[in-house]
């Protein structure tokens, strides 16, 4: 249950979480496994209370009991709008983690892949696993990477590269 604006609340179902849980939980759903454990991680090693969780409202639901709201927390739509070209230093942006490498770990965008070491996250370097969505800093952007980092996400500001006006958004 994610709290929105407004006294609303959402939900964010287990497929919802990121593409890669999406794809355990069907692998999941197919296999004969019976303890949920082995291939599924605990919610509380996703999330902590508290903690700023970007999303997208993936459906809205108007019953006579009030409403009922779906939400998603996936790079691959939370991104949607924006394209591997448009990732510069400073940006923030909504990730998943892919896999645990040696030296960090490799994050997906939903609109592309990259790199988040291990020296540019603060206390627990070894808290993530596949799966779990990421707010992260882009530390830099070459043609072959993009380096991002846990620290300053909150108060980082990017440059933007296009001009945003109120007559857009009506």
């Not at 496994?33 to 090693?45: F, G």
């Not at 709201?69 to 230093?89: A, F, K, M």
Request: glycine share 8%; hydrophobic share 40%; aromatic share 4%.
């Amino acid at each position: 249950v994610v709290s929105l604006p407004g006294g609303l609340s959402g939900i964010v179902s287990l497929r919802e979480i990121s593409d890669l849980m999406e794809s355990r939980v069907d692998q999941f759903g197919e296999s004969d496994h019976n303890d949920i454990t082995e291939t599924l991680p605990d919610l509380r090693d996703l999330f902590q209370a508290g903690q700023l969780l970007p999303c997208v409202v993936s459906r809205l639901d108007r019953a006579d009991s009030g409403k009922h709201i779906d939400l998603t927390t996936r790079p691959t739509l939370i991104n949607s709008l924006s394209s591997e070209s448009q990732i510069q230093s400073g940006m923030v942006l909504a990730c998943s983690v892919v896999s645990v490498e040696p030296r960090g770990y490799v994050v997906d965008f939903g609109i592309a892949r990259g790199f988040l070491p291990l020296k540019e996250i603060d206390g627990d370097v070894h808290k993530f696993v596949p799966g779990q969505p990421l707010m992260v800093r882009v530390v830099s952007r070459s043609s072959a990477a993009v380096t991002v980092s846990l620290r300053d996400v909150v108060t980082s500001k990017a440059k933007p590269s296009w001009n945003l006006s109120f007559q857009m958004l009506t």
